[in-house]
C-alpha cells in the first residue's frame, strides 16, 4: 500500500504538471505550508514562499493566456520542454529519498508522462481553435484548470485513488491515439490506393 501511494503522488502531479505545472507546484506548496494533510518531509521542498509565489504568478499569467485562442497555442509551444522537465523534478521530489538509479528511473517516468499530456493538452487546443467561437476554449480551459486541481488534491489526500485515475487517464490516451494513428494510414493509403477507371461510355453512330 505504501508504494501504491508513492506511486499515486509522484505519477498524479507528474500527469497533473503536463497540463498545468505551475497549478500542480502551487497546490504542493500551499497543501505543505498550511498542512491540509500530513505529507512526507520531502514536499517541505515546496513551501518556500518563493516557489509558492512564483507558482501562483505564473499560473495567473498562465490563465490568462490559457484563455484566448492561438495564444494558448504559443504558450504550449513555449512549455513543451518546460512542462515534462517539471514533471519529472516534482516526480523525484515526490519520491523522496532513494538510490540515483531509482532517482533516473523515476524523473523518466514522470518526465514521460507529463510530456504525454502535455501533447495531448495541445492537440486539443489546436482542434478547438479552429472552431470559430471562443467559448468552447474557455471551457476546456476552465475543466484542465479544474482537473489539475482536483487531480492535484486527490493525489495528497488519497494517493491510490489518484494512481487509479492516472493509470485510466493513460489508458484512454493510449485507446484515442492508437484510433488517431489508425484514422490517418486509413486516409493516406485511401488517397494513395489506385481509383478503379468509371466506365467507358459508347461511341455514338
Do not use: C
Request: net charge neutral.
Amino acid at each position: 500500500m505504501e508504494l501504491a501511494a508513492v506511486l499515486g503522488r509522484t505519477l498524479g502531479f507528474s500527469f497533473a504538471a503536463g497540463i498545468n505545472l505551475y497549478a500542480s507546484v502551487a497546490v504542493l506548496g500551499l497543501a505543505s505550508r498550511f498542512g491540509w494533510v500530513e505529507l512526507p518531509d520531502q514536499f517541505h521542498a515546496f513551501d518556500s514562499n518563493i516557489v509558492i509565489g512564483v507558482a501562483l504568478i505564473l499560473y495567473a499569467v498562465e490563465f490568462a493566456a490559457d484563455k484566448i485562442p492561438w495564444i494558448d497555442t504559443a504558450w504550449d509551444t513555449v512549455h513543451t520542454f518546460v512542462r515534462p522537465v517539471g514533471g519529472a523534478l516534482v516526480a523525484v521530489v515526490a519520491l523522496g529519498e532513494a538510490s540515483p538509479s531509482l532517482e533516473v528511473l523515476v524523473a523518466l517516468l514522470g518526465g514521460s508522462i507529463a510530456a504525454s499530456t502535455h501533447l495531448t493538452k495541445a492537440g486539443a487546443r489546436v482542434a478547438v481553435n479552429a472552431s470559430p467561437e471562443p467559448i468552447s476554449n474557455w471551457i476546456l480551459s476552465l475543466a484542465e484548470d479544474a482537473f489539475v486541481v482536483g487531480l492535484g488534491s486527490l493525489a495528497i489526500t488519497y494517493p491510490v485513488a489518484a494512481l487509479v485515475v492516472v493509470v485510466g487517464a493513460l489508458a484512454v490516451m493510449v485507446i484515442f491515439f492508437g484510433a488517431l494513428i489508425r484514422f490517418g494510414w486509413r486516409r493516406m493509403f485511401g488517397r494513395l490506393r489506385p481509383h478503379p477507371p468509371g466506365p467507358v461510355g459508347k461511341a455514338v453512330s
